[in-house]
């Protein structure tokens, strides 16, 4: 299953990817100044919404095209992907990082650097894999 290292280097691995710190002290990696994946730990919020449900682990924040891709993959494997009420109405899901696959996780990834990067960025790339 996936971890840190896994995401740093899927993530960095794409075109103009950075790595920096958010405002909360968390890593996050950005496409052109837009966040497009980022460590999300839960907060008391989050812990008193899903009560006993509430994972343990590395959770990661990835951000999809629309809300229905957020619905999809939590109802494909809720063992790996959920939301909490904070997300709702955001097209963002959350990963249990030692849950996922590293193929997986690396598609999601993919999936989201595409999702934020510029057009031409995500056209050039598409068109060279």
Do not use: C, N
Not at 59 to 77: N, S, T
């Amino acid at each position: 299953m996936a971890d840190w290292e896994d995401v740093r280097r899927i993530a960095l691995g794409l075109p103009s990817v950075v790595e920096s710190t958010s405002g909360f002290g968390h890593i996050q990696w950005r496409v052109k100044d837009k966040s497009f994946i980022w460590e999300r730990p839960l907060r008391k919020s989050d812990y008193e919404a899903l009560g006993d449900s509430a994972p343990d682990g590395p959770i990661l924040g990835v951000r999809v095209a629309d809300v229905g891709v957020k619905e999809a993959l939590i109802a494909a494997d809720p063992g790996v992907y959920f939301t909490t009420p904070h997300f709702d109405g955001y097209p963002a899901i959350l990963v249990q990082l030692a849950e996922i696959p590293v193929p997986e996780l690396d598609e999601l990834i993919t999936e989201a650097w595409l999702d934020r990067a510029p057009k031409r960025m995500a056209k050039e790339f598409l068109a060279e894999h």
